[in-house]
């Protein structure tokens, strides 16, 4: 019988990486990532610094930007659009959650769509619609999930995949991509009736719930490929922290009956990090297309008017 | 044994038309639609005549713009932003397909989101994407096939829907509304391996394929719902222009096993009509809300600076 292929997300990040220095070397810039964070969650400050470490790893400068939980969504709005407005910024994230009084939907859509390098502006979300995984700026963790399965070798077109999920950060984007490469994608939810019997028949199955330890081996068909996007905090005495990182998916039953499977942590984690790296690279690219167009249509108008 | 379901498109079309009369009321203006004609195509120049008697029906304008085949990009556009920029106009509709040195994405993207009543544009795309049925302009033929299944009293939340298709037009909508209605839907396409193993577990089928009597009675589960979208021409010396329009769906055989069917022609195409005067005032409205605004944030501002 072959043996089961742990995916390593850490040699599918460093491919990544390798991939966004050698980009940069022709962009003659230097890209710039701010990171909005507002308020001192303890989670929300670890992911930002994981960020910004990356970022420095590979060679893109970092503006950081802390704010109070207090701060208005008034005086947060002028400080997206001040980042907006600056030409030397070329990728802005607004670490989420954000506290309660400030509405997120409402923060996401004012930030450029060619600087949301976390793919959730609204019109970034048209563009996966319509161009599955050509769009410009695609969520980190979905499009990882793709990159997943390249570096895995495995071939999507005609598979049947399952996505468990159905965020507009993961499940939706992630759906969408799927069926840009030629999947049949089954999306899957808290309201589906009987989970297990669409899993049964899934040839890849993508795990974005939240759910510690969820879906059981059992519930595979035999060679699925499964890739486990859950990152979830459960209780456990003898680590430091008092808490360990388990995934959505049951691992230790689900590898005996995938023939792939993504580990947590060192699965999607490190692949959403790097391409977060690739969306900066890529919105810097984006920015400088714009200028490029802004300056040639400005020069076309001076010479019809001169 | 219970008797199938014929949906009748016309009773739930005649449903549509009255709440739009009703709405319309209470707008204070006339919603007008202007409909742009590019080039003399028979079957376009019908589908135009259907769409402005079903607006002189519920007394919506029209304005109807006939273009000739050999009309620029260039010159297109302008058309476009001079209907954008009339306030008279409340709603675009190109009809397609355009010639083909007109690329018909870049003249959808320049239509008005507010106007664009085909639901279209990647703006509207990403809120089709990111709020389902709560979307203001989404492409009439897929909120009509909500709108049907609304009508036959079908319950979509926990359901397997499978949507065979994924236009832009139909099938990717349809799917974020149902999806938004809490079933679980399966997008199957040309790509997709065995079809009929999908269609064989679904409660609700949405047939959007373009292909005559493709999906056969044999391949439903018993007790299925279906909406045919097709509306595909075949030959028939018995009618007098030569063919007659038949579904995506084998109808003879699916209503054996169906327990509610939409039937070809009466179903699907009677109500996808309707919604667009829907939209048409519906995106009337959205103006309405757009102007109120404007001259709301620009009164306070007059306070402010005096
Ligand atoms: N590896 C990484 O870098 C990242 C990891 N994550 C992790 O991925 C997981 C999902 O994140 P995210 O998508 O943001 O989470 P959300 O909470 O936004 O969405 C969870 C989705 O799972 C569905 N769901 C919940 N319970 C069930 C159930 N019992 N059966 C079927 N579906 C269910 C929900 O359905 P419904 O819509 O009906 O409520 C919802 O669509 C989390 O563990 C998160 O920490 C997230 C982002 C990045
Ligand atoms: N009732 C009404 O008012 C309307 C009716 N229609 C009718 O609906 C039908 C579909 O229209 P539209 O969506 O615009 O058509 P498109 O041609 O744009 O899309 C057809 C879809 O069907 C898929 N498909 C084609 N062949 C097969 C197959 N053998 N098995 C599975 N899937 C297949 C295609 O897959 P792939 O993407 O892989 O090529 C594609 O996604 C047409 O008959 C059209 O006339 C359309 C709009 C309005």
């Known amino acids: 019988e072959k043996k089961t292929f742990i995916i390593d997300g850490k ?94 939907e409402t923060i996401v859509e004012l930030i450029d769509p060619l600087k949301d390098v976390d793919g959730l502006t609204c019109s970034n979300s048209g563009l996966i ?15 990882g999930c793709i ?22 950060l993961v499940g939706k984007p992630v759906s969408s991509l799927l069926q840009s490469r030629n999947a049949t994608v089954t999306m899957c939810h808290s309201k589906t009736a009987n989970i297990e019997a669409y899993l049964k028949q899934a040839d890849i199955v993508i795990a974005a719930t939240g759910k510690p330890l969820f879906l059981q081996g059992s519930w595979f068909k035999k060679g699925a490929v499964i890739v486990d996007v859950g990152i979830n905090p459960i209780k456990d005495s003898t680590k430091k922290l008092g808490v360990r990182f388990v995934g959505d998916v049951d691992f230790e039953s689900a590898k005996q009956v995938a023939s792939a499977i993504t580990p947590v942590p060192g699965g999607v984690g490190p ?18 297309q714009r200028q490029k167009q802004a300056s040639s249509s400005s020069s076309s108008k001076e010479k019809k008017s001169s």
Chains 1, 2 share one sequence.
């Open 11 to 104: 040699a599918v990040a460093d491919k990544i990486q390798t991939e966004v220095k050698n980009e940069m070397l022709k962009l003659g810039v230097i890209p710039t990532l701010a990171v909005v964070l507002v308020g001192k969650r303890d989670d929300s400050a670890q992911y930002v610094r994981m960020k910004v470490k990356a970022c420095a790893a590979v060679g893109i400068r970092n503006k950081q930007i802390d704010l109070p939980a207090s701060v208005s969504e008034t005086e947060l709005s002028s400080v997206i659009k001040t980042l907006n407005n600056d030409p030397q910024i070329h990728g802005i994230l607004v670490q989420m959650p954000l506290p309660s009084h400030i509405n997120e």
């Open 129 to 143: 619609y319509q161009k599955g995984v050509n769009a410009p700026l695609i969520p980190c963790t979905a499009i």
């Open 147 to 168: 990159r997943i399965l390249e570096f895995a070798g495995i071939n999507i077109s005609g598979k049947h995949a399952v996505v468990v999920g159905r965020s507009k």
């Open 271 to 288: 692949v959403t990090v790097a391409m977060l790296l690739h969306n900066t690279m890529s919105a810097c690219k984006l920015q400088q």
